[in-house]
């Protein structure tokens, strides 16, 4: 894959000091938001130390959606010949064609390569020359986070010397297999780069783990100690975090190994207004809410439930206060379960979320539309604006559901099911140029990696309890090259679960802005 030669003057003066800042330390993190350019800060820095210091095996593990923009933005920014630089992303199915990729992709590594390939190759016999030569050309593997944990023995013969991990907040689950894969792989790497905008959308817990990758050196390699020193625990037996202490210091720590960038300090963008349209349910929506909400409070042993709930949240690392709200428990416990092998109550309190959307799953798989005010309220908001809109879903069925009400509405308008498309590129290409008027996304897996700044209005239908995603699928019109005033219009049924979700995310991203230090 070669790169175009382009002027170093491309680059903005917060880019150029994120490069300056992250040359500075081997191992270094870039907090910035998206649309930033902090990706094209992290190829400058690669390729200054591929030609400074002659790293040339690099690593990149991102989100599946990202990985082409990586192949784009590496086109933009790796100012080299096309001999000095080879570019791979692992594609297709199976982990003997991956094995397979992986192999021909080393196959340009001559250092890895024996001494009579070499010499077939007419490269000389001394790897020591091929090396200070620059003959082995900078070489960038670009893998999602699921097949870091695959192929790992095989990356590990890959002897990576940089690694880069591109929305770093994916690892912050200390117990997940893909984050212990992706820590194992970069014990001797030289560098080590993070990449996020939102490093802490739960709690300051979620550093422990993506600095232990960085450099396990700043925080220790256990827990225990992190927990020591920065959470306060309390509640039921004692395991509940109840807040954080030393927060001064862990300020500072942040401050001296990472670059942080909001977009609002370096990009001229137009304002951003957020608004909250609610509504109420009715009919049989609201009969099929209330019957669902009191069986979970009349069927179900409440205390022996709220221990196990408890249980679940801190196996997932997610805080909650000890006199939290039974239902409050529930929906926090929802994003960790699988509703397919969960029990009834967790069940019950995912349909009372479907319900709030218009529609109710049974167990038989059916889908029954339940009509509602909120599906009215969308409808009414895009009549009464300019398109086109960005409209984001927690359910792949209440994305379905919208799709072909907002079609029987706008029957002139172009409506474009994002999630389910078999040709996403060109739905981002026709979006950008004006050809589509409403595209709906799964805010979960549509929240990174996706630019609709033409769009000035983002719709959340519904959403999840994941600060992250939130402002992730925010920054999908919140960019560079957005020239209109901007609107974020979230839907909400009054006196449902929708009002627990809004208030949860608030919370998390209070907590998230106070980490960083205001000058």
């Not at 649309?35 to 599946?64: D, W």
């Not at 003959?135 to 890959?158: C, F, G």
């Not at 349209?277 to 009191?294: D, H, K, M, S």
């Not at 739905?427 to 996304?441: M, Q, T």
Request: one cysteine or more; a positive charge; charged letters at 30%.
């Amino acid at each position: 894959m070669g790169m175009a030669k382009k002027k170093r003057n491309n680059l903005y003066p917060h880019q150029k000091e994120g490069v300056r800042r992250a040359l500075q330390e081997p191992f270094f993190a870039l907090f910035m938001d998206q649309g930033t350019g902090k990706t094209a800060v992290a190829i400058r820095a690669t390729v200054e130390r591929f030609q400074k210091m002659g790293l040339h095996r690099v690593v990149v593990f991102a989100p599946n959606n990202l990985l082409y923009n990586w192949t784009l933005e590496l086109k933009e920014w790796a100012w080299l010949p096309r001999n000095q630089i080879k570019v791979m992303r692992l594609k297709g199915r199976g982990k003997k064609n991956w094995i397979n990729q992986l192999n021909d992709f080393l196959k340009y590594d001559y250092e890895l390569r024996s001494l009579d390939e070499l010499k077939e190759l007419g490269l000389g016999t001394k790897k020591k020359d091929i090396v200070n030569s620059h003959k082995a050309p900078l070489m960038i593997l670009l893998v999602n986070y699921e097949k870091a944990r695959i192929l790992e023995p095989q990356l590990r013969k890959m002897k990576i010397q940089s690694l880069i991990v591109d929305e770093s907040q994916r690892i912050k689950s200390r117990n997940a297999q893909v984050s212990k894969a992706i820590y194992r792989l970069t014990r001797r790497c030289s560098t080590r780069l993070l990449m996020s905008g939102t490093p802490v959308g739960k709690g300051y817990e979620d550093l422990f783990m993506q600095y232990k990758v960085m450099n396990p050196e700043i925080f220790g390699e256990d827990y225990r100690d992190f927990e020591n020193r920065y959470i306060r625990k309390g509640g039921y037996m004692g395991k509940e975090i109840v807040g954080y202490q030393n927060v001064e210091e862990l300020r500072d720590i942040v401050a001296d190994t990472s670059y942080r960038v909001e977009i609002d300090d370096c990009i001229d963008l137009p304002p951003l207004d957020i608004r909250y349209l609610t509504c109420e349910l009715t009919g049989a929506a609201q009969r099929a809410y209330g019957e669902l909400y009191e069986d979970l409070y009349t069927q179900i042993p409440l205390e022996a439930t709220r221990r196990r709930l408890k249980a679940i949240l801190r196996q997932n690392h997610i805080d909650y206060s000890s006199q939290e709200s039974y239902l409050s428990l529930l929906l926090k416990a929802e994003s960790f379960l699988n509703v397919a092998s969960c029990d009834l109550t967790i069940t019950k309190l995912i349909r009372l979320h479907q319900l709030t959307g218009g529609f109710l799953k049974l167990d038989s798989g059916e889908l029954v539309p339940m009509g509602g005010d909120k599906l009215n309220l969308a409808i009414e908001y895009l009549r009464e604006r300019t398109l086109p809109t960005v409209i984001f879903c927690n359910f792949v069925d209440e994305i379905r559901l919208l799709e072909r009400e907002l079609k029987k509405a706008f029957p002139k308008k172009r409506i474009e099911n994002y999630r389910d498309s078999k040709n996403k590129e060109k739905i981002e290409a026709d979006f950008k140029k004006g050809k589509v008027d409403v595209v709906i996304l799964q805010i979960h897996s549509g929240s990174t990696g996706l630019n609709f700044q033409k769009a000035n209005a983002v719709m959340f239908y519904s959403t999840n309890h994941s600060a992250d995603d939130y402002w992730q699928a925010i920054s999908r019109i919140k960019r560079p090259g957005q020239k209109n005033r901007m609107e974020v219009v979230v839907l909400i049924c009054e006196e449902t679960v929708d009002e627990d979700i809004a208030e949860n995310i608030r919370v998390k991203t209070k907590l998230m802005r106070s980490l960083w230090k205001k000058s």
